[in-house]
């Protein structure tokens, strides 16, 4: 095993955010079950609390950028993965005390997601601080491959630890997850060349968040991979919002069935994990970005067509290829944003991508479910599969598409 494997500080930061990745996943079933089987609550109740984890998508990127790029990004994820693990931590202490609320769980998610995203922006403008600029796309390849594996192995293993200690007390997994995360990123030998945070007011944050927003929607890579990355969660977060409803009313099919389906959609995320740094060095990393958001298209169609006698077979193939896509997306769209913004910037770039691109996959699951309410579900379906197949177009018709090898930093 060489390349990237024998790369010590890069291990330490896939073996953080692996570990952290599948803590996250007990979470993911713990928060609302907690919520659900302790304190009783609604179902829409407990739908608020996957809208609350996921509004700091939306609120927190761009500040977040913006701050994290006048400081040195270690500490910064260190603080993240710290202040996640004491904010889950008081769920649990809560429940021991007997003044666990609804409210409480709320808080839990809003800011448990704000760092979340606070620490996602910092590593994505960290990592090129540890990894050589030829090995970006290797890294990202291997990051993904690790929130795969846990992605696989987080909801059994999660749903299996509920089981036996109960939903509250499960949630101090993720709290060691995010301690051991910041261990691990924290014994990182090579430290990053930051300058120290400037002084300024208002007015220099307000210039720095202008240069930043100049620089993405300026730039001829930049400006149609932001487009395409929205218009991609767009189309997801309205499939997602009622894909189950879906699957179970229209297809007929059972919540055990759709739960195989959606995990054997992890085939198409480990191909993509696996292969992606191959499929980027034989078509280049432009097509590669270009095929991967061509390939939201047929995904949503296959999920919008899928007909009650071949259902399995539709839903599987059509999870398949939409985790195939995310994941080569993935992998070669980051290492080009990461070799080709300037130091300085970094940060404020995935805050951008982040706000603008990620953000849009909440407001399509408004979207959807509005849609889902004033039309049939299928046809919410259908609408999130036409949209799904306009995402390749910016990318397709910009310069991107000839990119074969990453493009050269502007620093």
Not at 52 to 73: F, H, Q
Not at 218 to 230: E, K
């Amino acid at each position: 095993m060489g390349g990237l494997w024998r790369h010590g500080d890069f291990l330490r930061l896939w073996s953080a955010q692996s570990v952290s990745a599948l803590g996250s996943q007990v979470t993911l079933l713990a928060l609302p079950l907690t919520a659900l089987l302790v304190l009783h609550a609604k179902p829409y109740e407990v739908a608020l609390l996957a809208t609350a984890g996921s509004l700091p998508t939306l609120a927190v990127g761009i500040p977040a950028g913006v701050w994290v790029d006048r400081v040195r990004r270690r500490p910064v994820m260190i603080a993240a993965d710290l202040g996640s693990a004491a904010m889950l931590a008081s769920a649990p202490a809560a429940y021991g005390l007997g003044v666990l609320t609804l409210p409480h769980l709320y808080i839990v998610a809003v800011v448990n997601g704000s760092f979340s995203v606070l620490f996602e922006v910092a590593s994505q403008a960290y990592l090129p601080s540890i990894v050589p600029r030829a090995h970006l796309v290797e890294a990202n390849a291997k990051f993904e491959a690790g929130r795969v594996a846990a992605w696989s192995a987080g909801p059994g293993a999660g749903g299996g630890l509920i089981s036996l200690v109960t939903a509250p007390v499960a949630l101090l997994v993720d709290t060691a997850s995010f301690v051991a995360s910041a261990c691990l990123i924290g014994s990182v030998a090579k430290h990053e060349q930051g300058a120290p945070l400037k002084d300024g007011g208002a007015g220099v944050w307000r210039r720095e968040l202008r240069e930043g927003g100049r620089y993405v929607l300026g730039h001829r890579y930049l400006r149609p991979l932001l487009l395409g990355h929205a218009l991609a969660n767009l189309a997801l977060g309205i499939v997602w919002a009622i894909v189950i409803v879906y699957a179970v009313r229209e297809l007929g099919l059972t919540a055990a069935v759709v739960g195989v389906v959606l995990s054997l959609g992890q085939i198409g995320a480990f191909a993509g994990a696996v292969f992606g740094r191959g499929v980027a060095e034989r078509l280049g990393v432009g097509r590669t970005v270009v095929t991967a958001l061509f390939l939201f298209g047929p995904a949503t169609l296959l999920l919008a067509i899928a007909s009650r006698n071949a259902a399995i077979i539709f839903l599987a193939l059509g999870w398949i290829l939409e985790n195939l896509a995310r994941a080569l997306y993935s992998v070669s769209a980051t290492s080009i944003r990461q070799a080709l913004v300037p130091n300085r910037l970094r940060a404020r770039a995935t805050g951008f991508t982040t706000t603008a691109g990620t953000g849009a996959f909440p407001l399509g699951t408004a979207v959807g479910g509005a849609l889902a309410g004033a039309f049939s579900l299928r046809q919410a379906m259908l609408v999130g599969a036409v949209i799904g197949f306009l995402p390749f177009i910016p990318v397709a018709f910009s310069p991107i598409r000839s990119l074969r090898e990453l493009p050269e930093s502007d620093e």
